[in-house]
């Protein structure tokens, strides 16, 4: 075992009572002695990831509160950004539908519950399987290009059932917000059909094709500004005008907004809300709520990142030259955008002592060093933060989408364990509960592949 350093009681931060503190603040300094006193982090489980289950279901009522209420809404959680089980399995239940875009997250989806009529297929690369497959179970998709509508067609044309709602995925070809790689609607990105180039030929598929009832545009993800997201929306919009114009009815009847909605990452604060997302569509897109349009909604990070953590034991505290160095089990393989694109994706970075209580203090600058075996695996660099010590828990907030859940198997890491938690009701302590148990390292060494090499036929 580590030798845990007694807490001093300049140790132990007196400035801000808890009652103070941002919910999130609050909830999180209330993890921490739970998962230390619980002794989840161990030798052989020196990391893990919480999902706050109060602050997940406050953003989904605050995504469910946000849109008018006369518009008939189907809210998806993109399950890349929180493919795990159970979690999904809650959502399910709380009213949410799921976004997928492959056939794991298809079978997830369905695995957590989610009825077909609320699941959005939403893959760039559908193989023929894939296509029949969303139509047989009656889950609605959007098609990426022409060609994919060729293969769509051929399917229709063999299915003697129910469709389910189809839609073409449109670029509108608007230019990158401030990440490039994050970014769907610049006039080359590798989604959908491009607005400027195609305007016609998209209007003149919709007219031939009465099954045609849906719009996509998602013109995410992160960095992108909400007036960019709500223009793009607007411009899909304008398509479904000229698609009704052009047939001489109505065609398209539910737009689907996609997700995107930023998340900041330098404070507890929710900004911008799933309110300024409504607000935003109002102003630029008034006819999205005339009544005469369903809506679809594709949220990952907006919904997930808040109510999530990781966080991980310190195992050394080093010096190299002027840098000190603390060295823990968070890196590349749970934090794998911010590792490897630390100014796109910059996290925050929390120290506690080995009883999960804040450390306060002098800051020193320090860089907070993963596992990896690569010099770059470093979560935050030149960070100033209180004195660190061996055995002292660091926590990483806003990790609830796309960390824990998205493991890359660098180094043969394990996937670490992810809880959930919610507060007791009364005086109660918290409850926690295993959503993805730990990989066992025998589970490692089984993905490394056949014991042999085995002939091929
Ligand atoms: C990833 C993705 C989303 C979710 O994006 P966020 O930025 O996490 O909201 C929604 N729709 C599609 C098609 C996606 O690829």
């Excluded at 002794?39 to 052989?44: E, I, P, Q, Y």
């Excluded at 239940?93 to 794991?104: D, K, Q, R």
């Excluded at 100033?384 to 493991?407: C, E, R």
Aim: net charge negative; aromatic share 6%.
């Amino acid at each position: 075992m580590l030798t845990t350093s007694s807490l001093a009681p300049q140790d132990i931060d007196l400035s801000s009572p808890l009652l103070s503190l941002h919910p999130i603040t609050s909830r999180r300094q209330s993890v921490l002695p739970e998962v230390a006193r619980r002794g989840l982090l161990t030798d052989a489980e020196p990391l893990c990831a919480v999902i706050d289950l109060d602050t997940l279901d406050e953003l989904v009522a605050q995504l469910q509160r946000a849109y008018p209420a006369h518009v008939v809404a189907l809210h998806t959680v993109a399950a890349k950004s929180l493919a795990l089980r159970p979690v999904l399995k809650h959502l399910a239940e709380l009213g949410l539908g799921c976004e997928v875009a492959s056939p794991g997250e298809l079978q997830i989806a369905f695995a957590a519950g989610f009825p077909a009529h609320r699941i959005i297929y939403d893959s760039p690369a559908k193989t023929v399987s894939d296509i029949a497959e969303a139509i047989s179970h009656g889950v609605h998709f959007n098609v990426d290009n022409f060609e994919e509508l060729a293969r769509v067609d051929r399917a229709v044309t063999a299915w003697h059932g129910p469709l389910p709602r189809i839609g073409f995925r449109i670029n509108p070809q608007s230019g990158a917000g401030s990440i490039e790689a994050m970014s769907t609607g610049t006039p080359t990105s590798k989604f959908g059909i491009g607005l400027a180039d195609f305007e016609q030929r998209i209007i003149d598929a919709y007219v031939a094709r009465p099954w045609m009832t849906q719009v996509h545009v998602h013109s995410g993800s992160q960095g992108v500004s909400l007036q960019h997201t709500a223009g793009d929306i607007a411009a899909v919009v304008r398509l479904a005008e000229k698609v009704e114009a052009a047939a001489s009815e109505q065609r398209i009847s539910t737009i689907d907004v996609g997700g995107g909605l930023s998340v900041n990452f330098q404070s507890d604060e929710i900004t911008p809300t799933f309110d300024d997302h409504a607000r935003a569509l109002h102003e630029y897109a008034p006819a999205l709520f005339s009544g005469k349009y369903r809506i679809a909604t594709e949220f990952g990070r907006a919904l997930t990142a808040k109510a999530g953590m990781l966080i991980g034991r310190v195992e050394y505290v080093k010096q190299a030259g002027p840098r000190t160095i603390a060295v823990t089990p968070i890196g590349v393989q749970v934090a794998t955008r911010t590792v490897f694109m630390p100014d796109a994706w910059p996290l925050r970075v929390e120290v506690y002592s080995p009883e999960g209580v804040p450390r306060s203090g002098a800051h020193h600058a320090y860089d907070i060093a993963g596992p990896a075996c690569f010099a770059g695996d470093l979560i935050a660099t030149n960070r100033q933060l209180p004195k660190i010590h061996a055995g002292d828990l660091i926590a990483v907030p806003d990790t609830g989408g796309y960390y824990a859940t998205n493991h890359f198997s660098y180094n043969s890491l394990p996937r670490p364990a992810v809880y959930t938690t919610r507060a007791g009701t009364g005086t109660g302590t918290r409850s926690f509960q295993i959503a993805r148990r730990a990989q066992l390292i025998s589970e490692v060494v089984a993905e490394a592949g056949e014991a042999r090499l085995i002939d091929l036929p």
